[in-house]
């Protein structure tokens, strides 16, 4: 505004010397300020960037080291939960179950940088006996930083897969920023990719899993084998994946002090994790809303639980992305694994010709399949289309940039 503001007053000015001055060069004069102000523009953003990290950048700091020294003096237990998938639904299953029997805190939603960290710690404290928090990382380095703000001494690894290897480069590097936290805590919890991560490990398929996983389109009903004993246990979440992540939520809750019974009674109690294959119905037709799902083997999971259902079946996806070079073998992979439902609704411009190929090479029905610019495009689709009993799932709801 104060640029605007700037740029008016000049013009006033020139006008009013140029009308005095009454001459040819006071005359084309009188458009010079709006003429430059475009070829000033790039330069006075950029310059408002480094006005504004010169001040945000040592708040920022501040913010984080008030956060870590908050988490430092706090005698509660420090867990770090990180992983290519199934970070936040492993904290919120094992936050449900902990919370049964002990007081728990646990970054909300995706909070799981430095900032929003610091931003939860700072306003909720850390007076609890269990505190939860989500690591995420896109680049080398991150897993490390977060260890040294929240110093966990129990670490749970999901499993390690080709999510974010546009910034990382390779699976390699995933999982050795991974391993970061498995070499920083005192106890881990390691998934079945992550197993080689350390020998002296609470591993899946050693120490727990979920085995004889059957779906259904409302449940999960699986076997729990923890610390041998063995359990048959039936969930409101749906997919193999979610199996596998209640399992893992068993263990760390195992390790932190709660019995094999007590976290038997808490898993039909579990609450599905907003936009991670969420279920609900609505005018008689199901949705299930997986838009936060972008890894490879949550999107094979999900279609699974999809062909589950009794009646027509429907996705609505813009395929996978952050997978490096791995991208375009990914989506032609989950393309093939759409083929058998009614409907098939891509959303984008080039990514989805993958996911069409893959489709259209393990045999797909191309009358079956609509690819379409943008979301509110397929939303338009879907309104004539769905009916009673119908089944649509929603497959990672990008942005239309993509």
């Known amino acids: 505004m104060l640029i605007l503001a700037a740029i008016f007053w000049a013009e006033v000015g020139l006008y009013t010397a140029a009308d005095a001055i009454g001459t ?22 950029a310059a408002a960037n480094c006005i504004m990290k010169v001040y945000e950048i040592p708040r920022a700091r501040h913010f984080i080291k008030k956060a870590t020294r908050t988490l430092a003096e706090s005698d509660c237990v420090k867990v770090g ?5 199934g970070k936040t639904s492993v904290k919120t299953y094992a936050a449900e179950m902990l919370a049964t029997k002990f007081n728990v805190k646990a970054t909300p ?3 799981n940088t430095p900032i929003g960290i610091a931003k939860f710690v700072n306003a909720e404290g850390a007076d609890c006996d269990i505190f939860l928090a989500e690591l995420g990382a896109r680049h080398v380095g991150d897993i490390k930083e977060l260890c040294d703000m929240v110093k966990p001494t129990v670490g749970v690894v999901t499993g390690v897969t080709a ?22 805590a005192e106890t881990v919890i390691l998934g079945s990719t992550a197993a080689d991560m350390r ?29 041998g004993k063995e ?28 019995t094999f019974e007590e976290i038997v009674a808490a898993i039909p109690t579990l609450s ?19 838009s936060y799902n972008s890894n490879p083997e949550g999107a094979k999971n999900a279609v699974e639980v999809l062909k589950c259902s009794a009646g027509r079946t429907v996705v609505v996806t813009p395929g996978l992305v952050e ?3 791995l991208e375009e073998e990914q989506n032609e992979a989950l393309g093939k694994e759409l083929v058998g439902l009614d409907s098939v609704i891509l959303v984008g411009e080039t990514r989805v010709l993958a996911v069409r190929n893959g489709y259209k090479s393990a045999g797909g029905d191309e009358g079956k399949l609509t690819i379409v610019p943008t979301l509110s495009a397929a939303q338009e689709i879907l309104k004539d289309m769905l009916q009673f009993g119908d089944t649509v799932l929603f497959l990672n709801d990008l942005p239309d940039k993509y």
Not at 199 to 225: P, Q, W
């Open 24 to 45: 040819p060069w006071a005359e084309a004069l009188k458009m010079a300020p709006v003429g430059i102000f475009p070829m000033l523009l790039f330069l006075l953003v």
């Open 81 to 85: 939960i990180t992983g290519s998938f």
């Open 109 to 111: 939603a995706s909070y």
């Open 163 to 184: 999510q974010h290897l546009e910034t990382f480069g390779s699976v390699e590097n995933v999982r050795r920023e991974k391993g970061e936290l498995a070499r920083a």
């Open 199 to 227: 020998e002296d490990a609470y591993v899946e398929g050693r120490g727990f899993s979920a085995k004889n996983i059957h779906l259904c389109c409302d449940k999960t009903h699986f076997t729990l084998v923890l610390d």
């Open 231 to 258: 359990a048959e246990v039936e969930t409101p979440l749906l997919g193999r994946h979610a199996a596998e992540d209640v399992a893992l939520a068993a263990a760390l809750s195992h390790a932190l002090g709660m």
């Open 272 to 290: 599905p994790v907003p936009h991670r294959l969420e279920r609900s119905v609505s005018g008689g037709i199901v949705i299930l809303d997986d």
């Open 323 to 325: 997978l490096g070079d």
